[in-house]
C-alpha cells in the first residue's frame, strides 16, 4: 500500500471515529434537571463544619435544614441560580459561596491559575526554542572540532542506551 | 517524667547548637584553610557526635511523654487534653501527634533519626555529609527552640490535677490515626534531608552529580511516605467522616498535597540533571521550595490563618514559623547568588518535541498545580487584605481549576515515555502514539455506548465531561505505558529465548528505576480512573423504621432493627441492615454511632462494602429527636476501590525503583 492510500485510510479512520463519537452524543440527553443538587453544592453548610451544604451530614443541624429549605423555596419560586446564589450571599456572607464569584477582585482568583500557567508555558516554548536554535548555531560552528564530535558522540551514547532514565 | 521529659529537650537543643555552631565553624575552617588551635576534621566529627547524642536526647523525650500517657499522669497538661484512663492504648501512642506540642515532638523526634542514619552512613561522602548535617542541626535548633520556649509539651497543669482527662478527639480514634500521620511526618520531615544536601552541595560547590544519587533514594523514600501518608489520611478521612468523600480541598489536606507535587516534580527533573547536567538551578529550587512547602503548610494549619475541618492543634507559634521560613529563604537565596555560576547547564535542549522537553513540561504542570492549590489556599486570607471581607474557595474552584490541570499531566504521563531523547521525527510519532490513540478514542465510544456522557439531567455536566476525558486518557496512557513493556520485552524474548512475560520481568530487572517508574504511572492511571468514577457517586436518605426498605443502585436496604453496646470508652448505637440484590440477600451493615465518655462528643462508623465496581457506603446519621427513629444515609462510590490499588501499585513501583538494577550476564562477564 503506498503513502497516499495509508494516509487516505487513516482519514476516513478518524472520519468514523468523530462520527461514532457524534452519534453516541446525540443519545438520550433528556433528563430533568436537578438544581436543587447543583446549588446544593455551590453553596456552604454555615454550622462551621465547612462541608458543602449538599454534603453536611450532621443530623440535627439547624443551619444546614433551614439553608436547605431556603434552597427548595427559592428554586420553586422560579428563581435563576444567580438570583439564588446573590440571596444567600446577602444574608449570610460571601463566604456562603463555595468558590470565589467571577466578578470584582474575586474574579482574580479564577484569572490567575489560568494566567500563570499560560506565562509559564509560554517561557517554556520561547526558553526551549532560544536553546535549540543557539544548540544548531553552537552544531554548525563546532561542527569539525574533534572535541565537539567527541562530546557530541558521548552525549548520543549515554542518551541512547535503555540503560537509565527512570526515577 | 514531666522533668525528665523537659531535661531531655534542653539538652537536646543545647547539642543540636552546639552542632551547628562547630559544624558551621568546622566547614569555614576546611573551606577557607585557615589555621585553627583544634583541627578542623575533628571539630567536624564532635559535632557530628554531638548530633547522635541529640537523637538520644529527643528520644528520651518523646519516651518520656509516651510513658506518661500510659501512665495518666495528668499533671501534665498536654495529658490531660489529649488522653483519659479508659482509652485503648494504640490511641494513648497516637496522643503523643493529637495536639500541637506533641506533633512537634514527633517532628523533632523523627528529625533526629533521619539526623542520626545520615550522621551514622558519613563515610560516604564526609564532607558533604559534614555540610548536610549542619544544616539539619539548624533545623533542629528551630524545632527544639519552639518546643522549650513556645509550646512546651511537659508544662505542668495550675491548681488541681484532674482525676481523668479530655480524652483524645473521637476523630482520631480510628486506626489509621496510628499509623497516617507519622506517615504524614516521615514524608514531611524526610525532605529536610534532599533539601540539606542541595543546600550543602551549592555552598560547597560540590563537584559532579554525586550528590543527586545521594539524595536519590531519600527523596524516593520521603516521596513514599508522603504518598502513603496522603492517601491513608484519604482512607481515613473516608471511612470516619461519614460524607461519602475523600478529598475535600481542606487547607489541612492541601499543605500536604503542595510538596508532595514539587517533591514528584524533583524526582523527574533530576533525571536530566543526571543524564545530561541540565536544569541544575531549577533542581536546587524545587528542593528549596519543598522544604519550604511543609513548613509553609506547617504555618497555615498551626497558627490558625486558614480554617480547616480537621487541623487539631492550633496555637500561636505562627511567628516562630514564619521567621524561620523568611530565614531558610534568605540564605536559600543569599547561597544561590553566590554560587549559581557552579549551577550552569552542561547541555540544552535540542527540540520542543522530546523526552527532555517533556520533563520540562511535566514540571511546568506539576509546579502551576501547585501554585493552583496554594492559591486557592491563600485566596481567601488575600481577599480578606484586599477587600477586607473573607471569601470560601472550595471544592467547586478546585474542581474547575485543578482538574483540566489533573488531566494534562496525565496527558504527559503516557506521551513522555514516548518520546525519545533529543529529537522526535515524525515516523517516529506516528509509530508510538498510534496504539495510544486508538486506546483513547475506543475508550470514548465505549464509555459513550455505556452511558458515560458529558451531560446530567439534559444539561452539559463538567464532571461527567472530565471523567469521560479521565478514562479515555488512562486508557490511552496505559497502552502506551505497556506497549513500552512489551517493546522492551519482546527484545529480551528474543535475545533470551525466554516466553515474554518472563523476559518483561526480567527488562524490569535490568532497569528498575525507569520500569519501577512506570509501574508508578501504571498506579497513577489506575488512581485517576477511581477518582473519576465520583463523577457518577449517588446518595440516599431515609428515616428507616423497622421493616423499611431503602433502595440505592441494585441494592435494597432493609431495617432489621438496632442494637447498643458499651465499653469503658464510648456507648455505640448501630443500626442492622439487610441489604439484599435482585430479591436475595446477600449481607448485612451494621453501620454505627459512637458517644465518647470523656468528650461527650459524637462520631460515625462507616459502614462499606467494598467491590471492584463500587463501593456501598452505609452512614448511621443518628437517631431523628423526633421520632427516635434512626437516619440512614446511604451512598453508591462507584470505583473507589481503584484509588486504594492504584496506590498499592504505586508503593509497588516505588520499591522497585528504588532496588538496584541487576546487570545483564553479557556485562557482569565482561568485567
Known sequence: ?167 | MATFGSLSLLIALALAAYNLLAGAVALRLLATGQPARIQPERLADTARRAGIAGFVAVTAAAFALVWSVFANDFSITYIMEHSNRDLPGAYKFSALWSGQEGSLLLWAWLLAVYGFVLRLTHKTDVRLYAYAGTILAAVQVFFLAILNFAAPPFSLMKGTIPEDGNGLNPLLQYPEMVIHPPLLYLGYVGFTIPFAFALGALMMRYPGEKWIKITRVWTLVTWLFLTCGIFLGMHWAYAVLGWGGYWGWDPVENASFMPWLTGTAFLHSVMMQEKKGMMKSWNVWLIFSTFLLTLLGTLLTRAGLVSSVHAFAQSSIGNWFVAFMVIVLVVCIFTYVLQRRHLKSEHHLESLVSRESSFLFNNLVLLTACFVILWGTLFPILSEYAQGSKVTVGAPFYNRVAVPIGLFLLLLTGVGPLLPWRATSIKSIRRNFILPIVALWATVIVCLAVGVRPWKDGSFDSGNFYALVAFAMSASVFAAIVMEFLRGGAVIAKQTGRNLLVATWMLTRRNTRRYGGYIIHIGVVIVVVGLAGAAFNRNVEKEMALGDKLEIGPYTLESIGGTQDTNPNYDSWYAVLDVSRGGKKQFQMTPEKRVYHASGQPQTMVAIHSTPSWDLYVVYEGANPDTGQPIIKAFLNPLVGWIWAGVALMFFGTIVALVPSQKPAAQKGGQ
Not at chain 1, 443541624?61 to 428563581?79: D, V
Open chain 1, 1 to 167: 500500500m503506498g503513502a497516499p492510500a495509508r494516509m487516505n485510510l487513516w482519514t476516513k479512520a478518524v472520519e468514523v471515529m468523530v462520527l461514532a463519537v457524534a452519534v453516541c452524543f446525540s443519545l438520550g440527553a433528556t433528563d430533568a434537571s436537578s438544581r436543587f443538587n447543583d446549588l446544593g453544592h455551590r453553596l456552604m453548610c454555615t454550622c462551621s463544619c465547612a462541608q458543602l451544604l449538599g454534603e453536611c451530614n450532621h443530623v440535627g443541624c439547624q443551619e444546614s435544614g433551614r439553608e436547605r429549605n431556603e434552597l427548595t423555596a427559592a428554586i420553586a419560586a422560579g428563581q435563576s441560580d444567580e438570583q439564588i446564589l446573590a440571596a444567600f450571599a446577602t444574608k449570610y456572607g460571601a463566604t456562603v459561596l463555595a468558590a470565589p464569584t467571577a466578578h470584582g477582585f474575586d474574579l482574580v482568583a479564577w484569572v490567575a491559575p489560568f494566567a500563570v500557567f499560560a506565562a509559564a508555558l509560554l517561557g517554556t516554548i520561547l526558553l526551549v526554542r532560544r536553546w535549540s536554535v543557539g544548540k544548531t548555531q553552537v552544531a554548525a560552528a563546532t561542527d569539525n572540532d574533534p572535541a565537539a564530535l567527541a562530546l557530541r558522540e558521548k552525549i548520543r551514547r549515554e542518551t541512547d542506551t535503555n540503560n537509565d532514565g527512570g526515577f
